[in-house]
């Protein structure tokens, strides 16, 4: 399928991938960003395109939407939507399938406006299946159509292959995301647990930086543990990439935690030190990391992803 994940706003240039590798559409030049490991791979809601070999279209970029023989479009229209209309995108591309999806958890434009968008689309594709009723509980009532989770993919054979390290030393990392908000109690913890249990603890900020989430796999792919303690209701990429590398996530309560490392998506401090204790014992944690590592495949993997939407499509 000919395939186009349009975005009302973000920090990225438009690009088109071709033969798994990105480039950009102003003048085909490879492109990576610092969102990127490199013009081979990223993640987030801009994998998309590397899933379905198709483009991203930075709409502010354009005067007008370039000319594209589209089948299905994922829109997302969240920061512009006094500027940018989904009627808008019809017109240029009347023949495609749109489906709305979100990219930033709030409302930066308004609940209502949201709904507009859904309820306009040909379907709807959200990142959040476990979560979904406790985030959004009116969704479902408000939305005239099925709310399909689709998650956002992962390349997980580059990234295993890239990143995963058989031999490691024994250290737990402490995630530090750029927004203190969502660093909850991680950074306290991880230094209790560390001192308490006599096992190293690293960080490594996401500064914003060309080589951000390189240097940031090559720094987190060295530990045994990961301390993750955010309390908001995000997707979870941390959670998706520990299991990815075979470390166990310690907290959080982002989607992916109550996926993919169940025993341990919580902030309850004590709940996660009775883990951290028992996962101490290698024997106890290989099958909790295997397990983790499965469901990663089932579900994020670009095969799980593009399974998942053929059947969203036949279904729709």
């Not at 186009?4 to 102003?26: E, H, L, P, R, T």
């Not at 610092?34 to 013009?39: E, P």
């Not at 028992?278 to 799980?304: C, G, T, W």
Request: proline share 7%; charged share 25%.
């Amino acid at each position: 399928m000919n395939f186009a994940f349009i975005v009302d706003k973000c920090i990225q240039n438009s690009f088109k991938v071709d033969d798994g590798k990105a480039y950009k559409m102003s003048d085909d030049t490879p492109y990576e960003w610092h969102h990127s490991i490199s013009n081979e791979c990223t993640m987030g809601p801009f994998a998309y395109p590397f899933c379905f070999n198709g483009y991203l279209i930075n709409w502010p970029e354009w005067n007008e939407l370039p000319n594209l023989d589209l089948d299905v479009i994922f829109l997302v229209i969240e920061k512009n939507t006094d500027q940018y209309s989904i009627e808008d995108v019809r017109k240029k591309y009347p023949n495609a399938e749109i489906y709305a999806t979100i990219k930033e958890l709030y409302f930066y434009d308004g609940y209502d406006n949201r709904i507009n968008l859904f309820n306009k689309a040909d379907g709807v594709v959200i990142p959040y299946k476990d979560s979904i009723d406790r985030i959004f509980p009116q969704l479902r009532d408000d939305v005239n159509k099925k709310l399909h989770f689709l998650p956002q993919p992962y390349d997980i054979n580059y990234l295993y292959m890239k990143f995963y390290k058989q031999q490691r030393t024994e250290q737990i990392f402490s995630y530090i995301p750029p927004h203190p908000p969502r660093r909850g109690n991680t950074e306290q913890f991880a230094d209790y647990l560390g001192k308490k249990y006599n096992v190293p603890v690293v960080r490594k900020a996401t500064e914003y930086s060309p080589t951000q989430w390189l240097d940031f796999m090559k720094a987190f792919s060295k530990s045994t543990f990961c301390v993750n303690c955010d309390p908001e209701p995000q997707q979870g990429q941390q959670g998706i990439q520990s299991a990815i590398l075979g470390i166990p996530n310690l907290g959080g309560v982002n989607d992916s935690h109550y996926i993919l490392h169940p025993d341990t998506a919580t902030n309850n401090l004590d709940v996660l030190e009775e883990q951290f204790v028992k996962m101490l014992d290698v024997n106890y944690r290989i099958p909790i990391i295997q397990e983790s590592f499965k469901k990663a495949n089932e579900i994020y993997s670009f095969e799980a992803v593009q399974n998942t939407f053929r059947t969203i499509r036949e279904n729709n």
